[in-house]
């Protein structure tokens, strides 16, 4: 199995430009997750979605925007990049929210923001 | 908002060595997650926890629930090459389905 896929791996954008993250999960998954990592900041929830048509805030939402399409797949959009959106992203999925319920992790995309 | 303290930060180990870390806060978790992340790699769930006192074993990896609920403990015997990464811890604070994640330990282990 896949499990969860991101695309692409790494990415340069100008400031100003947009681009879309794309995530798919194949394990029949409710909910997902985008998160970003800087060093020394482990992990930040940037926006989920708990179950397919429904999208919330995270801890660190502002730039983003991002849409369940469908239950495999949730995309994150950053409208007009900026340098401080230079990060790793990674999406993740669960079988559901709450207690029981851990992670799985796709392999993470490096976006440059210059 | 809540936050989770993990430690060490980093540290350097002999192949064969037993290594240590652990996350504490102030707040009580309903759930604690360890994970690992290899260089490049997203990470990877290595042990879940449930309950207070709960102590799990995978391998030659070993956490505990702390009794107290705000805090829990990461051992790995006979430490590899193969161990080195970073360290997360992730807990689930009582009444919400959001993670937080600890900043991570990175472990370097010396051949």
């Known amino acids: 199995n896949a499990g969860v896929t991101q695309t692409p791996k790494f990415q340069v954008l100008k400031t100003g430009q947009s681009m879309t993250l794309q995530c798919a999960q194949d394990?029949?998954?409710?909910?997902m997750y985008w998160y970003r990592q800087d060093p020394g900041m482990g992990l930040r929830l940037i926006y989920y979605?708990?179950?397919?048509?429904?999208?919330d805030k995270g801890e660190v939402p502002n730039g983003y925007n991002v849409s369940r399409l469908n239950k495999r797949e949730f995309s994150l959009r950053l409208e007009s990049a900026a340098p401080s959106q230079t990060s790793v992203y990674f999406c993740?999925?669960?079988?559901?929210?709450?207690?029981?319920?851990?992670?799985?992790f796709g392999s993470g995309t490096r976006l440059t923001v210059v | 908002g809540q936050q989770l303290n993990q430690s060490p930060q980093s540290m350097f180990i002999q192949e064969g060595e037993d290594v240590s870390m652990n996350c504490t806060s102030s707040?009580?978790?309903?759930?604690w997650l360890w994970y690992k992340q290899d260089p490049g790699e997203g990470p990877v769930l290595l042990i879940a926890?449930?309950?207070?006192?709960e102590l799990t074993s995978n391998g030659r990896l070993t956490a505990q629930f702390g009794i107290t609920r705000k805090d829990s403990f990461l051992n790995i015997s006979a430490s590899i090459p193969s161990d080195v990464g970073i360290y997360f811890c992730?807990?689930?604070?009582?009444?919400?389905?959001?993670?937080?994640f600890g900043t991570g330990t990175r472990l370097k282990v010396l051949a």
């Open positions: 992730a807990g689930l604070p009582p009444g919400t389905y959001k993670y937080i």
């Open positions: 993740a999925s669960s079988e559901g929210t709450g207690k029981g319920y851990g992670y799985t």
């Open positions: 926890l449930y309950k207070a006192g």
């Open positions: 979605s708990a179950s397919e048509g429904t999208t």
């Open positions: 707040s009580i978790f309903n759930t």
């Open positions: 394990m029949n998954h409710n909910s």
